[in-house]
Every structure is written in structure tokens, then in C-alpha cells.
């Protein structure tokens, strides 16, 4: 396997793989479908981690969640899909 991955024990005893530059919070857990969630429970951050085609976990965005008084309030931020960072920065003004 790539040197620039490491495996990583998730709360239910499995091991995923990451990138290097991957950091565990305090839970991790892996869901059906290819994901896994990476809980800060300090801050409620949490991170969304998708099996890619080389069986590595890559980042894909996170979820805030916040309780304030009877409301609880969930913010999520996703990373942009590689096909539309290449398509916005690939993409030159008609204005000339």
C-alpha cells in the first residue's frame, strides 16, 4: 500500500485507512456506504471521511452541531467534487 496512508482503528475495532495527514479525534465510527465519521466531541465538529477507489477514507466535508436552549442546529460545509474545482479553474472569460 502507499506510503503516504496509515490505517487507523475506528471505536468498533476495524481498521480504515487514511491519508498521512489524517488526525483521529475522539470517536471514530465507520457507517454503511463507504463513509466514516470523525467526532471532535469538544467542539461537536464533525468530520465525513468517503472510501475512494483505492480503499482510502479521503475527507469530503463536516457537520457543526450546536444546541442552543430547545433548538439544536446542524451546519454543514462540504468540499467541493474534484470535477468542479477543475471545471471552475479551468474555465476562461469570453470577456476580452
Not at 475522539?26 to 471532535?40: A, K, M, T
Request: with cysteine; charged share 20%; aromatic share 6%.
Amino acid at each position: 500500500m502507499s506510503k503516504d496512508t496509515q490505517i487507523v482503528e475506528t471505536v468498533s475495532g476495524t481498521w480504515l485507512r487514511f491519508p498521512n495527514n489524517f488526525k483521529r479525534f475522539h470517536c471514530l465510527v465507520e457507517l454503511p456506504d463507504q463513509l466514516s465519521l470523525n467526532i471532535n466531541t469538544k467542539s461537536g465538529c464533525v468530520h465525513v471521511h468517503k472510501k475512494d477507489s483505492d480503499d482510502v477514507f479521503q475527507y469530503v466535508g463536516e457537520l457543526h452541531i450546536t444546541a442552543n436552549a430547545n433548538q439544536l442546529q446542524c451546519n454543514v460545509q462540504a468540499v467541493p467534487a474534484k470535477e468542479e474545482v477543475m471545471e471552475t479553474t479551468g474555465k476562461q472569460s469570453d470577456a476580452s
